[in-house]
C-alpha cells in the first residue's frame, strides 16, 4: 500500500519553516502572541497593496518558488524580501512567520486576480504531528487505519485513542472557538483538516444553499468569506445537504 504519497510531495518549504519553529521552542502556543491576535485586515491590506504594485512594476508575483505538486491553497507563499527590496514594505507584518508569528502570507487565483490570504502555521503543524502518528499506526498494525467514525466511504475521523495521544487543541481560523478535527482517507492514510462545520456555518450565515452547485469546490466559499485558506484540506461537495469530503 501506498501511503500519503501526496503528503510527502510538495511539502519542503513549509515542513521547512516548520523545522525552525520547533528548533526556536515556538509551536502551538505562539497563537496567543498579542501580535497573532491582531485583526488580519490591518496587516492584509497593506501587503495587498505592495503585492499589487510589485505586480504592476515587475509583470510577475513576489511569490517564493514551489513544486507542481505543492496543493493549491499552499502553493503561492509570498517573498517578503522582494516586497522590500523594491521598498514597497519597510516591515514585515508582525504576525508573519518571517516577524515570529504564526501565519504565512500566500495568494489565491494567483493567475487571474491575485489576493492575499493566511496560513495558520498552527494547524499545519498540527497535522504534521498527527500525521506521523497515524502513519506509525498503520505500519504496526498491517495496514489498519486509527478510524472512528466514518462521514462517508471515503473519509473517517481519526480515532485519537488508538493513536494514544491528546487531540491537538487548536482552533479554527474561521471561527476561534471551536478546535479544528481530523479526518483521514479511508485507503490512503493521509490525514486532513475537517472544514465540513466552518463551510456549513459560512453557508448558512449567508443563504447560499440555493446557489450551490453539485460540482463547486465548497472550499472556495471559505476563502471567499475569510482572510485564511483551508490548509491540509481536501475538497467538499454539497451531498444530502452537508458538506462531504471528497476523494
Same mark, same amino acid.
Given at each position: 500500500?501506498?501511503?500519503?504519497?501526496?503528503?510527502?510531495?510538495?511539502?519542503?518549504?513549509?515542513?521547512?519553516?516548520?523545522?525552525?519553529?520547533?528548533?526556536?521552542?515556538?509551536?502551538?502556543?505562539?497563537?496567543?502572541? @498579542?501580535?497573532?491576535?491582531?485583526?488580519?485586515?490591518?496587516?492584509?491590506?497593506?501587503?495587498?497593496?505592495?503585492?499589487?504594485?510589485?505586480?504592476?512594476?515587475?509583470? &510577475?508575483?513576489?511569490?517564493?518558488?514551489?513544486?507542481?505538486?505543492?496543493?493549491? *491553497?499552499?502553493?503561492? &507563499?509570498?517573498?517578503?524580501?522582494?516586497?522590500?527590496?523594491?521598498?514597497?514594505?519597510?516591515?514585515?507584518?508582525?504576525?508573519?512567520?518571517?516577524?515570529?508569528?504564526?501565519?504565512?502570507?500566500?495568494?489565491?487565483?494567483?493567475?487571474?486576480?491575485?489576493?492575499?490570504?493566511?496560513?495558520?502555521?498552527?494547524?499545519?503543524?498540527?497535522?504534521?504531528?498527527?500525521?506521523? @502518528?497515524?502513519?506509525?499506526?498503520?505500519?504496526?498494525?498491517?495496514?489498519?487505519?486509527?478510524?472512528?467514525?466514518?462521514?462517508?466511504?471515503?473519509?473517517?475521523?481519526?480515532?485519537?485513542?488508538?493513536?494514544?495521544?491528546?487531540?491537538?487543541?487548536?482552533?479554527?481560523?474561521?471561527?476561534?472557538?471551536?478546535?479544528?478535527? *481530523?479526518?483521514?482517507? @479511508?485507503?490512503?492514510?493521509?490525514?486532513?483538516?475537517? *472544514? +465540513?462545520?466552518?463551510?456549513?456555518?459560512?453557508?448558512?450565515?449567508?443563504?447560499?444553499?440555493?446557489?450551490?452547485?453539485?460540482?463547486?469546490?465548497?472550499?472556495?466559499?471559505? &476563502?471567499?468569506?475569510? *482572510?485564511?485558506?483551508?490548509?491540509?484540506? &481536501?475538497?467538499? +461537495?454539497?451531498?444530502?445537504?452537508?458538506?462531504?469530503?471528497?476523494?
Amino acid at each position: 500500500m501506498t501511503i500519503n504519497r501526496r503528503w510527502t510531495q510538495g511539502r519542503s518549504l513549509l515542513l521547512a519553516l516548520i523545522l525552525v519553529i520547533l528548533l526556536t521552542g515556538c509551536a502551538y502556543p505562539q497563537e496567543l502572541r @498579542k501580535e497573532n491576535q491582531i485583526n488580519p485586515a490591518e496587516f492584509i491590506t497593506v501587503v495587498q497593496q505592495a503585492v499589487d504594485t510589485f505586480h504592476t512594476k515587475s509583470g &510577475v508575483l513576489p511569490i517564493k518558488n514551489s513544486e507542481m505538486s505543492t496543493p493549491l *491553497y499552499e502553493k503561492y &507563499v509570498i517573498d517578503f524580501p522582494k516586497l522590500k527590496k523594491m521598498n514597497l514594505l519597510s516591515t514585515v507584518p508582525a504576525n508573519a512567520f518571517e516577524s515570529g508569528g504564526v501565519f504565512i502570507y500566500v495568494l489565491v487565483d494567483a493567475e487571474t486576480k491575485p489576493v492575499v490570504k493566511l496560513m495558520d502555521l498552527s494547524a499545519y503543524q498540527s497535522v504534521e504531528d498527527v500525521q506521523k @502518528k497515524v502513519n506509525d499506526y498503520i505500519v504496526k498494525h498491517g495496514g489498519n487505519m486509527p478510524q472512528t467514525v466514518s462521514q462517508n466511504d471515503a473519509f473517517a475521523y481519526v480515532d485519537f485513542k488508538l493513536l494514544g495521544m491528546k487531540q491537538p487543541e487548536i482552533k479554527s481560523v474561521y471561527n476561534r472557538k471551536n478546535a479544528i478535527t *481530523y479526518i483521514l482517507n @479511508k485507503q490512503t492514510g493521509e490525514v486532513s483538516i475537517d *472544514y +465540513a462545520m466552518d463551510i456549513n456555518t459560512f453557508i448558512q450565515n449567508n443563504a447560499l444553499t440555493n446557489s450551490l452547485k453539485p460540482d463547486q469546490d465548497l472550499r472556495q466559499i471559505l &476563502v471567499e468569506k475569510s *482572510y485564511f485558506v483551508p490548509i491540509r484540506s &481536501v475538497a467538499y +461537495a454539497w451531498q444530502d445537504n452537508q458538506p462531504m469530503p471528497q476523494k
